[in-house]
């Protein structure tokens, strides 16, 4: 994802020490900076994640064993700092892992569910479901 590596393990240990949430919201930002912009040519309708408030695009590639790396953007700060941790939970796994993960238990376990305006919260739902598809479509290929 960056040059300085953060796993999933490191956002909730962060998540845990940082007792407020505009705190929280900031390194969910910072997350985002780190993400490598996509290219606009990359930013089509076919790679468009349908049902967030902001523009998000998720691309998905897969390697020679089957894993799936997904790489993405947002035109919203948040959001894509929200697009950076999807990243983390689903990168490098297989179709199988992939829905095997269960996010809003992660999601639930950092407390974003519940302190997400209602749009933002379903937007990330529809980054979940978006990348489900995929999985979905990629283990029955």
């Known amino acids: ?3 300085e590596t953060t796993t999933l393990d490191d956002v909730l240990d962060t998540f845990e020490f940082l007792d407020d949430w505009d705190e929280r919201y900031k390194f969910i930002i910072d997350l ?3 993400l490598p912009p996509l290219d606009a040519s990359e ?3 076919d790679f468009k994640v ?3 408030q902001s523009q998000v ?3 998905p590639e897969r390697d020679a064993d089957g894993r799936i790396r997904f790489r993405g953007d947002s035109d919203a700060h948040i959001v ?3 697009v950076a941790l999807m990243l983390l939970i689903y990168n490098d796994k297989t179709p199988g892992e992939i829905l ?3 996010a809003r238990g992660l999601l639930e376990k950092l407390g974003l569910a ?3 305006s209602p749009q933002r919260a379903n937007g990330l739902f529809s980054m979940v479901e978006r990348i489900r598809t995929i999985a979905g479509a990629a283990a029955s290929a």
Do not use: E, F, P, Q
């Open 1 to 3: 994802m960056t040059s």
């Open 32 to 34: 985002g900076r780190r």
């Open 43 to 45: 930013m089509t309708d």
């Open 50 to 52: 349908r049902g967030c």
């Open 57 to 59: 695009w998720l691309i």
């Open 80 to 82: 894509k700092g929200l």
């Open 100 to 102: 095997a993960v269960d």
């Open 114 to 116: 519940s302190h997400l």
